[in-house]
């Protein structure tokens, strides 16, 4: 049987792949993953209390193309 997730997948468009290569680089540099800071920026966004931002790599750490 195939593994089942935890929550509905949902699909984002409109991104290009080194922009998500980018971003995971970016995420495993702080210790997180793309789903979990998707996830606290959208909360922050819609404004759920108690939301914060995600921690970001520093500067140094940063992959810009």
């Given at each position: ?54 921690d970001r790599p ?8």
């Amino acid at each position: 049987m195939a593994s089942q997730h935890k929550h509905k997948q949902r699909v984002v468009r409109g991104i290009d792949d080194q922009l998500v290569e980018d971003f995971d680089t970016a995420a495993k540099a702080t210790g997180s993953d793309r789903s979990a800071i998707t996830r606290q920026l959208w909360e922050w966004f819609v404004r759920r209390p108690g939301a914060t931002l995600p921690d970001r790599p520093d500067a140094g750490d940063d992959q810009q193309h």
